[in-house]
């Protein structure tokens, strides 16, 4: 994946000088985490993350189960494998439905993260699976956006609720209620709600969106962060974390070339699992999150 491949080079060179030892010292331990945080840092992996991080790396490395094993340095790649699912949130979490249906997915976001794409994707996704999802324009901010709503559910092949004149436009918490309630009436089992972005975290956009993420109680809010970025990516999934406490993190752009280690430090850092990656501008270019997965391309 392009956004970690540098990461990933430095981890590989770092792990290819430990392979040359046999035993380990604490030297070798201390000066292999020392490369592996300049290698997190330089990526972009907030300070906080990088230091809990090269912390448990450290104790493990330099405790039994590397002392004893056969091969410590395999053991020492096998201790930041794991600690690195775990930054990355552990277990894979996948979508939450609903009992009764429909499941509400609600996508919170800056502008340009790529929230309406992600709603095509998502809804394509579900649709592929045997689900009957409906998008809700409730992005009223943008003049496009609800156009752009609209094209992407075409491509995706399932219908959009967009607002009519007269049926609340100007209102988003009116059009998200609506849409939900329509899409109850049409008996669709999923309903993605797509809501508005600002270029910065605004207190009127996140007042908006815990005003519909009330009127409409989701089961998933998902936030959509940008994996470029770059540092500003912690402050601000920390703001929506506080404003709309979202359930669960999407990733997009990561087929872009920037550093994307802020993006990594989100799940650590809110608590909240990634659950889906957004790897391109076509609707197929999106995947679930897998931690387990991702810490293997990043070391592989
Ligand atoms: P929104 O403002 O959050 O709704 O963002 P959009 O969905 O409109 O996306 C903003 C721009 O990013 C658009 O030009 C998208 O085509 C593009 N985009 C969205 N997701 C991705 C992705 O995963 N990779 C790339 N390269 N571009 C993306």
Redesign the pocket.
Known sequence: MATFGNLSDRLAETFKNLRTKGKLSAADVDGTVREIRRALLDADVALEVVKDFTGKVRERALGDEVSKALNPAQQVVKIVNEELVEILGGQQRRLEFAKKPPTIIM?A?????????????LAKWLAKDGHTPILVAA?LQ?PN?VT??EV?GAQAGVPVYAPQPGNGVGNPVTVARDGVKYAQQKMHDVVIV?T??RLGVDAEMMKQAADIRKAIDPDEVLF?I??MIGQDAVATARAFQDGVDFTGVVL?????DARGGAALSVASITGRPIMF?????SLD??EPFHPDRMASRILD
């Open positions: 996508l976001g800056l502008q340009g993260a790529g929230k309406t794409t992600l709603a095509g994707k992005d943008r956006a752009q709503l992407v797509d508005a972005g959509v940008d994996a997009s752009k990561l087929d872009g990656a957004s790897t391109g501008e270019d999106f």
